[in-house]
């Protein structure tokens, strides 16, 4: 893994982007980026580990979201929520 120094840009994740960005090392501490400043948007936070910050809490919301993407893909859900029953279709039964 690369040293990181104080101004190296690094990715890392934007809050206000909303996504992984190259940002500048402000500060450090230790080996490690402490603080780092997206050069998009040029908002200063701490190093993220490139991690998105745990969503806010709004089950209402994810849940509607969730309703909406099986309506849209109503076979990726289907699909994700019980595993292929290819298997059983080979082989005799009883
Ligand atoms: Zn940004």
């Known amino acids: ?3 990181v120094r ?3 840009v690094i990715d890392d994740f934007c809050v206000k982007c909303k996504r992984i ?3 500048s090392v402000v500060s450090m501490v230790g080996p490690e980026p402490a603080k780092v400043r997206c050069r998009t948007c040029y908002s200063d936070h701490d190093y993220r580990h490139e991690q ?6 709004d089950t209402r919301k994810s849940a509607l979201f969730n309703e909406v993407l099986s309506k849209l893909q109503p076979d990726a859900t289907a699909a ?3 595993p292929e029953p290819k298997a059983k279709a080979k082989g005799k039964k009883k």
Do not use: C, Q, S, W
């Open 52 to 57: 998105a910050p745990p969503p806010k809490v």
């Open 21 to 23: 960005m190259n940002h």
């Open 80 to 82: 994700a929520a019980e």
């Open 1 to 3: 893994m690369p040293e």
């Open 6 to 8: 104080l101004g190296d």
